[in-house]
């Protein structure tokens, strides 16, 4: 599990530094694998990875899962670790990992398959555990940026999506489980990928990046998947007046709206800057205005 250093920095299981940083959050600073010129695949066998049978992982997790189903009427999500692409930057470090897809694909290969397996690993015995007291399964991996993707399709086609694949095949074959798929940014270039993998729906929808119209994603891809999430968090949920945010939540309805396979939500967390009456005014109108 995870060990403190100090009060502001701690150790992961993977072996990853995480620090606090001047906005309350933690940041991932050092790994295993940071600062080497080129590891090898030798590298890779020789390190200690997380074993996914420890129990410790899975305690009083069924629990919690029965007593939400005899709580609520609410779809339940069980939320997974992230995917081999961000678990493959904590150990590796950002910008040496996407050189490696580019000048050590074979170490990045087989990174991917580590992180692949253990989370499979976890991801069957979670589910084990849970049973049918949980709708939906959440993991993300972030593709995308502002502006573009991080690493072009093809390498994405190559090097990740066969493990995604795998993950995804691996938590549909324990149940019925509807698979929601996190990446940010603009991820337009990969929403073909991901229906064909088997993702039902994708957040969050971030709507001010590049290529994410909610009309342009609806009308190409709304028939094969759902999205979740699209209220502007980057401009209209921190900086507008809650009447703002009302006509941006009545727009993204009538986009992605319309013959249903939309979860209304924020894009991303909430953070400290947006004011609380613009987070009523999203929850309220969203209501009000589907009810209309």
Same mark, same amino acid.
């Given at each position: 599990g995870k060990r403190a250093i100090d009060a502001d920095n701690f150790l992961d299981e993977w072996g990853t530094t995480w620090s606090k940083t001047g *906005?309350?959050?933690?940041?991932?600073?050092?790994? &295993?694998?940071?600062?080497?010129?080129r590891p090898t695949v030798a590298d890779l066998e020789?390190? @200690?990875?997380?074993?996914? !049978?420890?129990?410790g992982y899975y305690r009083s997790l069924g629990e919690r899962a029965r007593e939400l189903r005899r709580e609520t009427d609410a779809a339940i999500i069980l939320n997974l670790p992230s995917g081999v692409v961000l678990?493959?930057?904590?150990?590796? *470090?950002?910008?040496d990992w996407h050189k490696d897809l580019h000048r050590n694909r074979?170490? +990045?290969?087989?990174l991917s398959e580590i992180i692949a397996d253990i989370w499979i690993g976890l991801a069957r015995r979670a589910l084990d555990v849970v049973g049918d007291n949980v709708d939906l399964v959440f993991f993300g991996d972030d593709? $995308?940026?502002?502006?573009?993707?991080?690493? !072009? &399709? /093809?390498i994405y086609e190559e090097l990740i999506k066969p493990h995604h694949e795998r993950m995804i095949g691996a938590v549909? /074959?324990?149940? @019925?489980?509807k698979l929601l798929f996190h990446t940010c940014g603009a991820a337009y270039r990969f929403v073909d990928h991901l229906i064909d993998i088997g993702v039902d729906a994708l957040n969050p929808v971030q709507v001010s990046a590049r290529d994410m119209e909610p009309?342009?994603?609806? /009308? /190409?891809?709304?028939?094969?998947? $759902?999205f979740w999430g699209g209220i502007n968090t980057q401009d209209v949920l921190p900086f507008g007046t809650p009447e703002e +945010?009302?006509?941006? +939540?009545?727009?993204?309805? @009538?986009?992605?709206? &319309? *013959?249903?396979g939309y979860v209304l939500n924020s894009v991303h967390n909430i953070q400290k800057e947006v004011p609380p009456e613009n987070i009523a005014a999203m929850f309220d109108e969203a209501r009000t205005y589907r009810a209309r």
């Open positions: *906005g309350g959050h933690y940041l991932f600073v050092d790994g &295993p694998f940071y600062g080497k010129k020789g390190h @200690d990875w997380p074993d996914p !049978s420890n129990p678990q493959g930057l904590f150990v590796r *470090g950002f910008g074979d170490f +990045v290969g087989r593709l $995308a940026g502002q502006e573009g993707p991080l690493f !072009s &399709p /093809e549909k /074959e324990r149940g @019925d489980y009309g342009r994603l609806k /009308e /190409e891809f709304g028939d094969r998947i $759902a +945010v009302r006509t941006e +939540v009545r727009r993204m309805i @009538d986009c992605l709206g &319309p *013959g249903g």
